[in-house]
């Protein structure tokens, strides 16, 4: 089935460590993104990418880093640099040439620091 | 930057009853509008996708419409069932290429 996966669904820090959430999408997407949601505060975004091997910072990229090497896959790394990376952190994928642009969500990966 | 505002925050009606969500945004020039429906601890559903050229849009029992000039759109639900509860959020892109800007969202309860 076509879609995005994030993995893992769960995750848990120490303080001071970097962790890496995975995304990746089938649907032959041209863009990905990637949003914090916080409780309260709604989705904000942390990076987006358009094309391979390019990306932009959004609203909160302090403490984060992405790459884009293939099409398919957008990595995140939360950095020990992050003040409070406790929360849902989710990937979305959408086409950009000659289409709507409607974005799709994955399922979500929810990080704990400890 | 586009803000977006929905309100109410909550909302709680009885089973069968109609409703509308509503979502502001305080730049009219945008690409497009799109309404998500996401259940606890959940990712994002799409819902409607209204173009800037457009005035509404229409899924089963949805329909979502947009007034660019006001800077509003709404999203109407009809006959409401408890498996409609749920949150739902309204998004704005500025631009083909340029991220969404998210309101908060109006958490849904639909009671039996």
Known sequence: DGGITQSPKYLFRKEGQNVTLSCEQNLNHDAMYWYRQDPGQGLRLIYYSQIVNDFQKGDIAEGYSVSREKKESFPLTVTSAQKNPTAFYLCASSIEQGSTGELFFGEGSRLTVL | ?112
């Open chain 2, 1 to 112: 930057k586009q803000e977006v505002t929905q309100i109410p925050a909550a909302l709680s009606v009885p089973e069968g009853e109609n409703l509308v969500l509503n979502c502001s945004f305080t730049d009219s020039a945008i690409y497009n509008l799109q309404w998500f429906r996401q259940d606890p601890g959940k990712g994002l559903t799409s819902l409607l996708l209204i173009q800037s050229s457009q005035r509404e849009q229409t899924s089963g029992r949805l329909n979502a419409s947009l007034d660019k000039s006001s800077g509003r759109s709404t999203l109407y639900i009809a006959a409401s069932q408890p498996g409609d509860s749920a949150t739902y959020l309204c998004a704005v892109r500025v631009n083909s290429g340029y991220a969404l800007n998210f309101g908060k969202g109006t958490s849904l309860l639909v009671t039996p």
